[in-house]
């Protein structure tokens, strides 16, 4: 079974702190995602990788950073928390291919920021 | 650009009655779209997939899905709901390039006694 674990189910941080959320997946997968779920807002991509030191944009980038230094570790920093990024976020990993491969979620971090 | 819309933010039914979640999705190329469920305080799970092979696709736990090209829709049946399939489900379709999936806003699913 695939299983991609998050560092934290739950987080609590300050404005301003520099947040680590850190995602592992162990099947070996090229790629890996960070989406944020918010209520009534489904789930939105952060940033995705296809590979080691590979990163691209998806649809809400801004105030986020990744690192992705390892093919089974991603990364995303806050890198000066505020609170709209009070979120749950979600990990996932999937095999390379032509978009008919499911991604495999960890179970979320949910962070609160104060 | 691909999208995907899901009619109802809440569904509610009676435990046992038919169980119909909508979908329709907007692509400029073959689409390849998805079913997820998300249980509380749980990350999501694939419950099924469409890849162009056949277009009523069964999933687990007695679900299933009809792609259906004319209309643009992919939506989600079971025929008899049970207590444990009270979660959040999210239609999915993957975007033009390949490389991402892009979500519904998702359909939080109510099972009565």
């Known amino acids: 079974d695939v299983k991609v674990t998050q560092s934290s189910r739950y987080l609590v941080k300050r404005t301003g702190e520099k947040v680590f959320l850190e995602c592992v997946q162990d099947?070996?997968?090229?790629?890996m995602f960070w989406y944020r779920q918010d209520p009534g807002l489904g789930l939105r991509l952060i940033y995705f990788?296809?590979?080691?030191?590979?990163?691209e944009k998806g649809d809400i980038p801004e105030g986020y950073s990744v690192s992705r230094e390892k093919k089974e570790r991603f990364s995303l920093i806050l890198e000066s928390a505020s609170t709209n990024q009070t979120s749950m976020y979600l990990c996932?990993?999937?095999?390379?291919?032509?978009?008919?491969?499911?991604?495999?979620f960890g179970p979320g971090t949910r962070l609160t920021v104060l | 650009a691909q999208s995907v819309t899901q009619l109802g933010s809440h569904v509610s039914v009676s435990e046992g009655a038919l169980v119909l979640l909508r979908c329709n999705y907007s692509?400029?190329?073959?689409?390849?779209l998805f079913w997820y469920v998300q249980y509380p305080n749980q990350g999501l799970q694939l419950l099924l997939k469409?890849?162009?092979?056949?277009?009523l696709v069964k999933g687990i736990n007695g679900f299933e899905a009809e792609f259906k090209k004319s209309e643009t829709s992919f939506h989600l049946t079971k025929p008899s709901a049970h207590m444990s399939d009270a979660a959040e489900y999210f239609c999915?379709?993957?975007?033009?390039?390949?490389?991402?999936?892009?979500f519904g806003k998702g359909t939080t699913l109510s099972v009565s006694s």
């Open positions: 999915a379709v993957s975007n033009q390039a390949g490389t991402a999936l892009i």
């Open positions: 469409y890849t162009s092979a056949a277009t």
């Open positions: 099947m070996d997968h090229e790629n």
């Open positions: 996932a990993s999937s095999p390379p291919g032509q978009g008919y491969n499911e991604q495999f």
């Open positions: 990788s296809y590979d080691v030191k590979m990163k």
């Open positions: 692509s400029s190329v073959p689409p390849y």
